[in-house]
């Protein structure tokens, strides 16, 4: 009897395990072929000599890396990266909780609906739209002679020194709509009964903001602060739609230059260096924000 | 300044802020729509004047001459296939890792996929697409569609399961339910708040994506909507109207889904990033 309950125990054990895999299977092996056995596999191709049309790869050991200490384009490209990523995570952040701030109200249930529609945009439609508002005879300059300031007129995306803010404002168009809902969202978790404690005991707006409804958001701005960081660091589409990078390297960002060096150049190898050592920076970056970001949650 | 005051200036902030920033996202969109319905000799003489005659033939022209039909069916089909293997890969794989810890290291895998760029896989990607002969095909891009999707789905199914009392799914088990069939009609239509959110989160990047789109899917006749679009702006870059007549075709789509379902999207949104 002791026996046969422990062979059916084990049996069932052994069924769970195999129904539990099944379940698994189809997830696992799409995730390890497609996206898990390519990321690991470019450790390797960053060390190899690879032209991406010949399959025969030869190993050069780290030759790509100490290329790319000397690689001007790829300092620029970096350099263009940060800018971008730190004026967009900034901006963006502070503009969609000041707006998370105004639409708290359900009077403006409509204007969070129209403040939703540009992220809906995919990059193609942003970019053609602002394309136009910023080429030479396009929307903003028109706007600017209308007002009478046609001093200011200028060729957004082709002066070097301003392509890339114009490309910040851009993504700022886009996006603000979606760090104003995740804000939004964190203020309306907060418990009605707080806030009229704290105007019950006479606390001024700007000290119920900064002591009350800040903390208790800090999951929000964690959660808005990575997500856009992230992203403006692998921007691609709308450079790549706008302004190729250009003029000259202007708006050359990280993800550009892998993709040119790789597609136009082909260098396979090389790009697939510089995308480890994207990878690096993203990494890094995250675990520190998320280290000081969720110390501020548990503190508050 | 008493408490009293304060808080009417602040509405009034408030009120002046949401008026800007509704002037902000409306000019630009404004300016497509003007641009698309004015003839081109006219917007260049002022963009902002009102159309003297509504050209309403140029959307019918930029819908047949940027095959944008082709584009929609194309993308629907992507978007769609994809959204639906990633439900059921995702729900079903969150399942086990959501019951059983010793399937931690397996979730630990999936979700290491979160914080790994696109860009990291590409290239190598690029050599097994052209390996297995799969670029310029759909079954490789929604392959690789699901594959870089799945690891925020399962963390977003296998949180859920995880607050969903086990003793149902026991008791079908015991009445002699097979696990899948368990699965599927007791476990999966509890999950449908999930399973929105999911599907609102992916449908915006899949129905949008121009990169994978860019790199796997060259072939004329294989062009999804966005890549329709690219083509025919580099294609007719000087006719202003017919471009932004496609662009506004090209986004209606996702505009009349959005406003249908305002309330999931709102929902869909936070819940993702909140959880996330």
Not at chain 1, 7 to 36: E, G, Q, S
Not at chain 1, 63 to 89: C, E, P, S
Not at chain 2, 22 to 32: D, E, N
């Amino acid at each position: 009897m002791g026996l046969r309950n422990a062979t059916w125990t084990n049996n069932t054990r052994l069924r769970t395990l195999i129904t539990d895999a099944l379940f698994l299977l189809p997830a696992f092996v799409v995730f390890a072929v497609f996206f898990a056995y390519p990321v690991i596999s470019s450790f390797y191709f960053s060390l190899t000599k690879w032209d991406g049309i010949n399959p025969e790869l030869k190993f050069i050991g780290l030759a790509n890396f100490q290329k790319l200490m000397g690689d001007r384009h790829f300092w620029t490209a970096l350099r263009n990266t940060f800018r971008y990523a730190i004026l967009v995570t900034v901006i963006q952040n502070v503009l969609g909780l000041i707006l998370a701030l105004a639409v708290t109200s359900k009077v403006y249930r409509g204007f969070r609906v129209l403040f939703l529609v540009p992220p809906l945009l995919s990059s193609i439609a942003i970019g053609s739209i602002w394309s136009y508002m910023y080429a030479p005879n396009g929307a903003v300059n028109s706007l600017l002679t209308l007002a009478g300031l046609e001093g200011l007129a200028q060729d957004w995306l082709g002066n070097p020194r301003l392509a890339l803010y114009s490309l910040v404002v851009a993504n700022i168009w886009k996006w603000t709509g979606m760090a104003m809902i995740i804000y939004l969202a964190g203020i309306q978790a907060i418990p009605k009964t707080i806030h009229e404690a704290a105007s019950i005991d006479g606390v001024d707006v700007w000290q119920r903001f900064r002591h009350v409804t800040f903390p208790l958001i800090a999951p929000a701005f964690t959660i808005n602060v990575v997500l856009s960081m992230i992203g403006s660091l692998k921007v691609f589409d709308i450079i790549y739609i706008m302004t190729q990078g250009g003029p000259g390297r202007a708006t050359e960002s990280i993800t550009t230059y892998i993709f040119s060096r790789a597609f136009e150049a082909n260098k396979f190898g090389y790009g697939t260096a510089i995308a480890v050592v994207m990878f690096a920076i993203i990494l890094a970056l995250s675990l520190i924000q998320l280290h000081f970001l969720t110390r501020r949650e548990v503190r508050a | 300044m008493s408490v009293k005051a304060q808080l009417l200036a602040s509405r009034l902030a408030s009120a002046l802020t949401v008026a800007l920033w509704a002037l902000f996202v409306v000019i630009p969109l404004a300016i497509m729509v003007m641009a698309a319905i004015k003839s081109p000799a006219e917007m260049a003489v002022n963009p902002f004047s009102w159309p003297q005659a509504f050209q309403w033939q140029t959307f019918q022209k930029a819908w047949e001459e940027a095959a944008l039909a082709r584009g929609i069916r194309n993308s629907l089909l992507l978007t769609s296939i994809s959204l639906l293997f990633l439900v059921l890969f995702g729900a079903s794989a969150a399942y086990p890792i959501a019951r059983r810890t010793r399937w931690a290291p397996v979730f630990y895998f999936f979700l290491a996929g979160i914080m790994v760029p696109f860009q990291l896989a590409m290239l190598p990607l690029y050599r097994l697409m052209k390996l297995f002969s799969l670029i310029n095909t759909y079954q490789g891009v929604i392959f690789i569609y699901v594959a870089v999707s799945l690891p925020m789905v399962i963390f977003l199914y296998s949180g859920f399961i995880k607050g969903i009392n086990s003793e149902l799914e026991d008791a079908a088990l015991v009445d002699g339910a097979g696990p899948f069939r368990m699965f599927w009609t007791i476990i999966f239509p509890l999950l449908k708040p999930v399973t929105s959110t999911v599907i609102i989160m992916n449908i915006m990047s899949l129905w949008n994506d121009f990169f994978i789109a860019l790199l796997f899917l060259p072939k004329k006749e294989m062009r999804t909507l966005q890549l329709s679009i690219f083509s025919f702006k580099g294609q007719y870059n000087s006719k202003l109207n017919l471009i932004m007549a496609a662009v506004i075709l090209s986004i209606l789509p996702m505009v009349i889904v959005f406003l249908a379902l305002q309330k999931q999207f709102v929902q869909g949104i936070a819940g993702g990033a909140v959880k996330g």
